[in-house]
């Protein structure tokens, strides 16, 4: 379904969801072709289940904006994202997610609530959205998701031996038939847009990344990146077995910024769990505090120290050009030196979710409709309050060669 204007009767909740359709808002004031000063603009995007729905309202402000992406990465619903975008034409990629998180967004097995019914208790009282919530985490549990997954049958016994792709809580198999429906995979192998999706292997504990650049991309490859043990099995790829890349790192940014041959840089990286966050004082605040810890990734100090390696680098340039070029070419400590050195710009553009009230620990399985549109419209929201500040987006000219830019952190 697409997002339509609010209008003067439509009310919304203060995530802006529209109360009676559940419509998230779209400004129709979109800039197309946009030209930035950077020879690879990425869109690098984290694990995090249902809360991935943020990531599409980011992509769908960057899409508003004219921005067009030439590299897309991403690990376990990241993944599942990139592939939607990937798998499309330009035109036809909001869309398309829309339909994705539409379908997957449905209980597996029984009908959806009533649409009116349900906004009705979202944007009711805060008991009312956090029986909601529960009872839809209860639901992804209890029989999954439609067009993602379902529990196996029968039920497996944890101490009971089969097949390492069985060896799981539920079956996938209805992923791999909506990806194959809304993606052209084709078109995903063209080259037209560099796609990076990271993985585990399991028998060796190796991190992986499947590119098209480098092998042929199928669904497979998109759903081992999202095959988070024990609920979903590793998938089998030319005889070797693959988990959640989240498992081992949940953001493929490092991925990106460390590519060779170097080249200037724009990343926004869109994260769904933030490191920072309130001390937990009950049991479910725990459980629900260890997720956005161990899937954060610590994305601000791998950004911290990717900042300082880009400094070295450039200052090392720097010193270089002050050297006599006949000594440059012939001494073999300043050719050493030349390979290391780069004058390569990286600007990166954070996006990180923040914690919402109704939230609680089953916030990564509860994939309820009225949820997922809250998520988008939050998505939405902060990349347009990032590219509002124009001079963001801008090559930088500090001695680094490297920025770090996020919305809510101004004035921190």
Not at 69 to 79: E, F, M, Y
Not at 308 to 318: F, G, K, M, T
Request: hydrophobic content about 35%; some cysteine.
């Amino acid at each position: 379904m697409k997002p339509h204007a609010k209008t003067e009767r439509q009310a919304t909740d203060p995530s802006g969801v529209n109360v009676e359709t559940g419509a998230v808002p779209h400004a129709h004031h979109e800039r197309r072709g946009r030209h930035l000063p950077y020879e690879t603009v990425a869109l690098v995007l984290q694990g995090g289940g249902a809360l991935g729905a943020y990531q599409a309202g980011v992509f769908e402000g960057l899409h508003d904006a004219g921005i067009a992406l030439t590299w897309l990465a991403g690990i376990s619903i990241g993944a599942l994202n990139t592939a939607i975008i990937a798998g499309n034409a330009p035109e036809h990629r909001v869309q398309r997610l829309h339909e994705f998180w539409d379908t997957i967004c449905k209980p597996a097995a029984t009908l959806p609530l009533p649409r009116a019914f349900e906004y009705a208790l979202f944007n009711g009282t805060e008991a009312t959205r956090a029986m909601l919530t529960a009872f839809q985490a209860a639901s992804a549990v209890m029989q999954g998701q439609y067009g993602f997954f379902q529990p196996r049958k029968p039920t497996p016994f944890p101490w009971v031996s089969s097949s390492p792709d069985t060896a799981s809580w539920y079956d996938t198999a209805p992923l791999k038939a909506t990806l194959e429906r809304l993606c052209d995979f084709d078109r995903i192998n063209s080259g037209e847009t560099r796609v990076s999706v990271g993985a585990v292997n399991v028998g060796t504990g190796n991190f992986s990344y499947f590119d098209n650049t480098r092998i042929t991309l199928r669904a497979e490859h998109f759903m081992a990146s999202g095959a988070l043990p024990p609920a979903f099995a590793p998938m089998e790829i030319d005889g070797q077995y693959y988990w959640d890349g989240g498992v081992v790192s949940n953001t493929p940014l490092q991925e990106v910024l460390h590519a060779t041959p170097r080249r200037d840089t724009l990343a926004f990286q869109v994260d769904l769990w933030s490191a920072r966050g309130p001390v937990p004082d009950s049991l479910s605040d725990v459980a629900e505090r260890t997720k956005d810890i161990q899937y954060s990734s610590r994305t601000r100090f791998v950004t911290d120290v990717l900042q300082r390696e880009q400094r070295y680098r450039n200052v090392l340039r720097e010193v270089l050009d002050k050297v006599p070029e006949t000594v440059r070419k012939e001494d073999p400590w300043c050719k050493l030196a030349h390979d290391l050195s780069c004058g390569k710009r990286y600007n990166v553009m954070h996006l990180i979710y923040q914690q919402q009230k109704f939230e609680h620990d089953y916030k990564d399985y509860q994939f309820g409709a009225s949820t997922m549109r809250s998520h988008w419209s939050v998505g939405l929201a902060d990349i347009r309050k990032t590219l509002e500040h124009e001079s963001w987006l801008e090559l930088p000219d500090n001695d680094a060669g490297f920025v770090t830019h996020d919305v809510h952190r101004i004035g921190k």
